[in-house]
């Protein structure tokens, strides 16, 4: 892992539509706000990403007072990060297409 890899990953994090805010940062994980102010979302993200693609994510919204979802997503290596935001670009996709019906 590299400052690189992790700001890529940050930059490509930021361009999915339930992704509300990716503060920089300078260790080896990026805290991930996810839209809205139902908590549930990260616990539903995490347990998607596990079931459906065998990667694991650590929901950290009970940690902070207010009711946004967040997520602590590892910054790997490149061709793992690409893995993770593929992913989560298909669950943005499959989330559009369910507020579309």
Known sequence: ???????????NLQTLSFVAETP???GNFLLVQLEG???????????WLLEQCNIEV?????KFADDVPR???PVRSK??????VAALRHLAEELAQ???S
């Not at 650590?58 to 009970?62: E, I, L, N, P, Y």
């Not at 061709?79 to 993770?84: S, Y």
């Open 1 to 11: 892992m590299t400052k690189v890899d992790r700001e890529s990953l940050r930059t």
């Open 24 to 26: 920089a940062s300078g």
């Open 37 to 47: 102010t139902d908590a549930r979302l990260a616990s539903q993200v995490r347990n």
């Open 58 to 62: 650590k929901d950290v919204s009970a």
């Open 71 to 73: 997520l602590r997503l």
């Open 79 to 84: 061709a793992e990060n690409e893995r993770l």
């Open 98 to 100: 369910i507020q579309r």
